[in-house]
């Protein structure tokens, strides 16, 4: 039986203009059409709204790794969790520098500076600021994801040179609380209020697979739709089960279920670059080709996420090339809607 909108699932409030342009039961009548014909008209979405057709090669580095106080249940780096990873102190400039250097030069558009922290104390910034100035004067885009901010972080940042802040939602607000229990879910709004206030562009998405119900998925995205503007970027993890995590030994999502997700975000928020995030060593080529068509255009790109493993760079470079999708390149966004 399909779910239908009888539960007490709601739009937050914060997440919602005053006409949600995307109601719960129209995200949910998507998720229950047939394969095919998902996938048919999220492809349409993706045809009009990107007719390069290409995947934005985004790479990641943890540049605070583990020892975090908060106790997200997903997570490999909270430290209550015992998981192996060890908390380290923040890289060094020319470390991040070098991994920057490096990634451009594997075919990287963007460069995502990840932090195991709640929020950046003010000698952290400093030291953000500085990696942001950094990499962008390497014809970067810049992105960073440090945990919540507080008034005038964001605008900080945006001088430094930051393009993107990621801070995702991560699930719907009634399955949250199963998740996380640390920060509320108002928190993750007033963070990303800050963000777009201060001009920057946001990334946002979530994860799936930890559990939740279709209705709390497509929950999940109608609240991202509802962002107003709704996020540029929208990444989609698929749940790395970690050991020693709360939501290691979870039944795993099936994985059409997860090519549904993609289509549904892509149909939805036909101008984001919807992001196959993590997950993806767990899911093969095939299931990867489906979520390409399905019309996910973005990727995590690098041999590692944050702390867990991600496809080698040379074997998404030979999917890439095997599926005939090309890769983005920055100067092409440069001269997008340019004449000459
Ligand atoms: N500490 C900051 C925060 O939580 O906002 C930034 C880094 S945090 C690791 C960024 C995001 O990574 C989380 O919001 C979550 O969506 C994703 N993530 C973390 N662990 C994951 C896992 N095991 N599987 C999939 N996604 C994960
Ligand atoms: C996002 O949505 N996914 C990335 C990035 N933003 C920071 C992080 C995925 C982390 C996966 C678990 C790990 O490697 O620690
Ligand atoms: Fe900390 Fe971010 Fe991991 Fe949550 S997701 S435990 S805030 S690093």
Redesign the pocket.
């Known amino acids: 039986m399909p779910d239908t909108v009888t539960q007490p699932i709601t739009l937050h409030k914060r997440a919602v203009a005053a006409d949600a342009r995307c109601s719960l039961q129209s995200v949910l009548d998507l998720f229950d059409l047939p394969f095919n014909e998902l996938l048919w008209r999220a492809q349409q979405v993706q045809r009009e709204n990107f007719p390069a057709q290409d995947v934005e090669l985004a790479t990641?580095l943890?540049i605070k790794t583990g020892g975090c106080e908060e106790d997200c249940g997903?997570?490999?780096?909270a430290a209550r969790y015992d998981t192996g990873?060890e908390a380290k102190k923040i890289l060094g400039l020319d470390e991040v520098l070098q991994a920057a250097q490096s990634a451009k030069a594997s075919g990287a558009t963007r460069f995502?500076m990840?932090a195991a922290w709640r929020s950046p104390k003010e000698r952290d910034l400093e030291k953000v600021e500085a990696m942001v100035r950094g990499v962008k004067a390497l014809g970067l885009e810049t992105c960073a994801?440090l945990g919540m901010l507080e008034e005038g972080q964001a605008e900080r940042l945006q001088q430094a040179g930051l393009d993107y802040y990621?801070h995702?939602l991560d699930t719907a607000p009634e399955f949250y609380g199963k998740v996380i229990t640390t920060r509320d879910y108002e928190d993750r709004l007033n963070t990303l209020e800050r963000v777009r206030g201060a001009g920057l562009k946001v990334?946002c998405?979530?994860?799936v697979g930890m559990g939740e119900s279709r209705l709390q998925r497509a929950g999940l995205l109608a609240q991202l739709a509802n962002l107003d503007p709704y996020p540029e970027s929208v990444?989609?993890?698929h749940l790395?089960q970690?050991e020693g995590t709360p939501l290691h030994g979870q039944d795993k999502l099936d994985p059409l279920e997860f090519v549904r997700t993609i289509a549904v975000a892509r149909i939805i928020m036909p101008r984001a670059r919807v992001?196959l995030?993590?997950?993806r060593r767990e899911m093969g080529e095939a299931v990867q080709a489906l979520c390409f068509l399905a019309g996910a255009n973005s990727i995590?790109y690098g041999d590692?996420?944050?702390?867990?493993?991600?496809p080698e760079a040379n074997d998404d470079q030979a999917l890439l090339a095997k599926l005939g999708l090309p890769v983005r390149h920055v100067q092409m966004a440069e001269t997008e809607g340019c004449c000459d």
């Open positions: 990641l943890s997903y997570c490999p780096q990873v995502c990840g994801t990621n995702n990334c998405g979530g994860i990444p989609i993890n790395v970690v992001r995030s993590a997950g995590f590692k996420l944050l702390t867990t493993g991600n």
